[in-house]
């Protein structure tokens, strides 16, 4: 099975965001959430094997002011979990709108669900799609992923530590 996760955005509207040693950056900022995410779809992640992270656009304009970007405001991943698992994740700070969808391969099909446009497409030898209700999806799944920590349902501090180290893995890499 093959997976694509994709976060972009505008990035933070805050200098530090963009220059801070600790965090900040694309890595810390949109990308440690994806991870988070495809370890909890997939579990444990085995090997990162790839890593690219750039400065793309040098300078941007934050708080009215022209600022030099000092961390990644790209980067694309590539990590192997159990069963032969392969997921790419993409993120960016310099997309105009906010975009985040999921792209599953798998023998008998695909799915794709895009929290744009909430939509989720099966397509196996026909394709359905269903639109998801008029609700706002970004809301929902921070409420979700809110509502899980409180109940421990989502995880824990031994799995959110061993993401934490995964991201200094990935930032190191």
């Given at each position: 099975m093959h997976c694509n996760?994709?976060?972009?955005?505008?990035g933070g509207h805050k200098i530090w965001k963009h220059q801070n040693k600790i965090t900040g950056g694309v890595i810390f900022e949109m990308l440690s959430h994806m991870v988070d995410l495809?370890?909890?779809?997939?579990?444990?992640?085995?090997?990162?094997?790839?890593?690219?992270?750039?400065?793309?656009?040098?300078?941007?304009?934050?708080?009215?002011?022209?600022?030099?970007?000092k961390k990644?405001?790209?980067?694309?991943?590539?990590?192997?979990?159990?069963?032969?698992?392969?997921?790419?994740i993409e993120s960016n700070?310099?997309?105009k709108t906010f975009h985040q969808s999921i792209d599953l391969n798998g023998?008998?099909?695909f799915i794709r669900s895009n929290i744009n446009?909430?939509?989720?497409?099966?397509i196996t030898n026909k394709t359905s799609t269903y639109k998801v209700n008029n609700s706002n999806m970004f809301e929902k799944q921070i409420l979700s992923f809110l509502n899980n920590k409180k109940e421990e349902?989502?995880?824990?501090?031994?799995?959110n530590y061993q993401?934490?180290?995964?991201?200094?893995?990935?930032?190191?890499?």
């Open positions: 996760l994709k976060i972009y955005g505008l495809a370890v909890w779809l997939f579990g444990k992640c085995i090997q990162i094997k790839y890593v690219d992270k750039q400065i793309l656009r040098k300078e941007r304009i934050i708080e009215d002011k022209i600022v030099k970007i990644p405001d790209y980067c694309l991943i590539q990590l192997k979990f159990e069963k032969n698992m392969i997921v790419n700070f310099f997309s023998s008998s099909g446009d909430k939509t989720l497409q099966l349902s989502y995880s824990n501090f031994k799995d993401n934490q180290l995964l991201i200094k893995k990935i930032k190191e890499f």
